[in-house]
Every structure is written in C-alpha cells, then in structure tokens.
T-cell receptor, first 110, second 114 residues
Framework: GQQLNQSPQSMFIQEGEDVSMNCTSS?????WLWYKQDPGEGPVLLIA???AGELTSNGRLTAQFGITRKDSFLNISASIPSDVGIYFCAGQYSNYQLIWGAGTKLIIKP | EPEVTQTPSHQVTQMGQEVILRCVPISNHLYFYWYRQILGQKVEFLVSFYNNEISEKSEIFDDQFSVERPDGSNFTLKIRSTKLEDSAMYFCASKAPTLYNEQFFGPGTRLTVL
C-alpha cells in the first residue's frame, strides 16, 4: 500500500527556534493535511493543501504542497512551549482514507 | 465551534467480548471514518462510510468489525469478538460534503482488551 516517510522522527529545539519537518511519498496525492496531536487526544487539523506548489500559512505555521505532488513540508517559526506535541502529515487521493506519516515529535529544551 | 464527540473515553473489556464505540460526527457532515492508533504508532485507516454504506475499508477492517449509522446523529464501530491486539485508541472523523478533504477528528476512545 501507499507509504509516507515523515522526518525527522523527533526534534529537540530551543524555544524561539524555527522548526521544519517534511513528508515524502512514492505516490501522488491530491491533498496534503498536517495535524498536531497532544498526548491522549485526537489529531487536530492545522493546515490543508490542495494544489501542487500551494504555500499556506496559519499563524506561525507554513506548509507547502510539493510541485511533484509527492511531498510536503511544515515549518513552525519562533517555537513556543505549547508547540510541543506530535505532528503528522497525511495524504489523500480520494474522498476516503488518509494515509499517515509516522509523526514528528517536537520537544522543547528547557 | 462544532466538534466530533466520542463515547466512552476509555473502554476496558475481556478478550472475546463485543464492544461498541460511539461517535457523534459534526452535524452537517456526510462522510464518516474510523481510524485506530496503537500506542506510540501512526494512525491507521479502518473504514469510511458515506450514503449509508461503506465506501472504503482497510485490511484491518475484517469480519470482526462493523459500522452503523443507527440514526441521524450517531456513527458506531462494533468489534464482535475482541482480541488483545485490538487494544488501541480509536478515532472517529467526519468530513463536510464539499470538495475540501478536511477530516475532523474526535478525542478518541481508548480500548483496552484484557
């Protein structure tokens, strides 16, 4: 089946630093979604991307849909403590299932 | 802001027992989904449901699983005879009937099979 490779697996950063994570696939997607999950909770949608090359921002978050439609990245600028959590990319090619990356765990060093 | 709700938040059951996990999707949404997440792992698709029928399902969604929309608001996942490996967080999600593929997730039900 389709697979998404998400990297890095985890990131240790200082508060105020910028963060970058990405997902790649061998398959083409029509939609890329980025979610954040806090412990014990459901994924919360951060950004949705629908067109190749599209660059979308949501506050300090910026995500791009790769030109080849096989990749996407998420940047977080000037990280703050509440950014801690696991970030997942998810790709979709139909109305139906989302294919998920393995997640990037963001940890902010005290 | 409307949200997906799920009950119970935690279900503990004995192996071989039947469980029903319940979800109330966002009211004007027409596409419904179940996903599961084994502790520390990625989210996995189980099934999607549209127009009162299953539209897509994964290999995980075998004959032990079923879904139902018994009325205009609830969407349920039934596991007929639970196994130890069914222990996971189960998430319900829903999507509006638009061109946009944004799926909104509930808080999850943690299923523990003993």
């Amino acid at each position: 089946g389709q697979q998404l490779n998400q990297s890095p697996q985890s990131m240790f950063i200082q508060e105020g630093e910028d963060v970058s994570m990405n997902c790649t696939s061998s398959s083409i997607f029509n939609t890329w979604l980025w979610y954040k999950q806090d412990p014990g909770e459901g994924p919360v949608l951060l950004i949705a991307l629908y067109k190749a090359g599209e660059l979308t921002s949501n506050g300090r978050l910026t995500a791009q849909f790769g030109i080849t439609r096989k990749d996407s990245f998420l940047n977080i600028s000037a990280s703050i403590p509440s950014d801690v959590g696991i970030y997942f990319c998810a790709g979709q090619y139909s109305n139906y299932q989302l294919i998920w990356g393995a997640g990037t765990k963001l940890i902010i060093k005290p | 802001e409307p949200e997906v709700t799920q009950t119970p938040s935690h279900q503990v059951t004995q192996m071989g027992q039947e469980v029903i996990l319940r979800c109330v999707p966002i009211s004007n949404h027409l596409y419904f989904y179940w996903y599961r997440q084994i502790l520390g792992q990625k989210v996995e698709f189980l099934v999607s449901f549209y127009n009162n029928e299953i539209s897509e399902k994964s290999e995980i969604f075998d004959d032990q699983f079923s879904v139902e929309r018994p009325d205009g608001s609830n969407f349920t996942l039934k596991i007929r005879s639970t196994k130890l490996e069914d222990s996971a967080m189960y998430f319900c999600a829903s999507k509006a009937p638009t061109l946009y593929n944004e799926q909104f997730f509930g808080p999850g039900t943690r299923l523990t099979v003993l």
